[in-house]
């Protein structure tokens, strides 16, 4: 089942799980099915993975558009909490955001589309997220915002269990006031430019 969030142009995947005996199976990502259901085009072009302790926080990041990133993400191995943001200025849903439970057992995964921001918080020790990228890392393009800025109140006190494990660049990051008064974010119209460019050269 793939449903749209409260994130415009986020969407949450939950598979079927076929169980048996040995454990389970299914299909995480379809391409057909996600284009289908979104409207987006995504086709990965880099894949990483990062493993986190319990109470590790990482975001809220974002790549700058252009050349701007999509991502399919999912937890292959233990639980986090995972967030998506709307910062695109100029959005209707400017500041709102969206949770969801990542569990390896179950396979939920987020699709987050270009100009939104994200984050998680590791729910257990030795938690490994997966990210399928729609392009390949460019330097000088990726931006973080404050993860406790006041003006986002996002809850992370849900998924914490005590102080959170944060790198310095997150713990510094600019609030959303600074990154948008530095041009640091994305604009909503420009998004959609991006989304529609894309749809056109995939339909050719």
Known sequence: MIEEMAVPDAYRVTPRLIRDDRGSF??????????????????????????????????????????GQAKFVSCVRGRLLDLVVDLRLGS??????????????????????EGLTHGFVALEDDTCISYLCSTEFVPG???????????????WHTGLSGEPLMSRKDAEAPTVAQAADRGVLARYEDCKALYERLRAEDAR
């Open 92 to 113: 209707p849903a400017f500041g709102v955001h969206d949770t969801t439970v990542l569990d390896a057992r179950e396979g939920t995964a987020v699709y987050v589309a």
């Open 26 to 67: 299914h299909e995480s990502f379809k391409y057909t099915e996600l284009a289908r259901a979104t409207g987006h085009v995504f086709r990965p072009l880099q894949v990483n993975y990062s493993v986190s302790a319990r109470d590790t926080l990482r975001g809220i990041h974002g790549v700058a558009i252009p050349p």
């Open 141 to 155: 393009t990726q931006f973080e915002i404050a993860p406790f800025d006041p003006e986002l109140a996002l809850p």
